[in-house]
Antibody
Framework: QEQIQQWGAGLLKPSETLSLTCGVS????????WNWIRQSPGKGLEWIGE???????DYNPSLKSRVTISVDPFNQQFSLRLTSVTAADSAVYYC??????????WGQGTLVTVSS | DIVMTQSPDSLPVSLGERATINCKSS????????????LAWYQQNPGQPPRLLIY???TRESGVPDRFSGSGSGTDFTLTITSLRAEDVTLYYC?????????FGQGTRLEI
């Protein structure tokens, strides 16, 4: 049974860098795109970007200047980095596996709060 | 970006009855190359990540009860839930995965 576990800091100050990582166990890592999605009361579900095991990425243009998604295929992990955070970046951040027809497996979610 | 608009925002329902949720995309999500609609439906319970119910607009994900069905093509889609059970009364989202950035509807909440 594939599982995705995510971790990272949940409380940030404005202008700091958000850093989250997801680890995949019990299943294949290659052949899929691995995604970051966030959910806030104000903006609903927002796709941040994705990466595959070779490092090919795609980002939401609305965040592209501040986002980096990286991958460590040997440890079956992928990470999100979002720079210069503001209160508008406060949300629950999820990682998820894309099988080409929707997101079938999700991390448990990380609540990120940006506050001075 | 493709804008996904769900209707209604909230839907009063009765257990045992049918619920219908609509989703409209601002442009077609039907691929001419494979004749597939790049449209998914998710269910989300409080404190949980979304759960994939339907993909390719009408294909049920493994383990999803057959009282959930999806239909539609192009820009107009519907999620239908028949014989509503208490555990179905929650939040539902549609999503297009045809053109990046992939976008979600604003959500529809079923209410007793």
């Amino acid at each position: 049974q594939e599982q995705i576990q995510q971790w990272g800091a949940g409380l940030l100050k404005p202008s700091e860098t958000l850093s989250l990582t997801c680890g995949v166990s019990g299943g294949s890592f290659s052949g899929y795109f691995w995604n970051w999605i966030r959910q806030s009361p104000g903006k609903g579900l927002e796709w941040i970007g994705e990466i595959n095991h070779t490092g090919k990425t795609d980002y939401n243009p609305s965040l592209k200047s501040r986002v980096t998604i990286s991958v460590d295929p040997f440890n079956q992990q992928f990470s999100l980095r979002l720079t210069s955070v503001t209160a508008a970046d406060s949300a629950v951040y999820y990682c998820a596996r894309d099988v080409g027809g929707g997101y079938t497996h999700w991390g448990q979610g990380t609540l990120v709060t940006v506050s001075s | 970006d493709i804008v996904m608009t769900q209707s209604p925002d909230s839907l009063p329902v009765s257990l045992g009855e049918r619920a219908t949720i609509n989703c409209k995309s601002s442009q077609s999500v039907l691929s001419n190359s494979n004749n597939r609609n790049y449209l998914a439906w998710y269910q989300q319970n409080p404190g949980q990540p979304p759960r994939l119910l339907i993909y390719w607009a009408s294909t049920r994900e493994s383990g999803v009860p057959d009282r959930f069905s999806g239909s539609g093509s192009g820009t107009d889609f519907t999620l239908t839930i028949t014989s509503l059970r208490a555990e179905d009364v929650t939040l539902y989202y549609c999503q297009q995965y045809y053109i990046s950035p992939y976008t979600f509807g604003q959500g529809t909440r079923l209410e007793i």
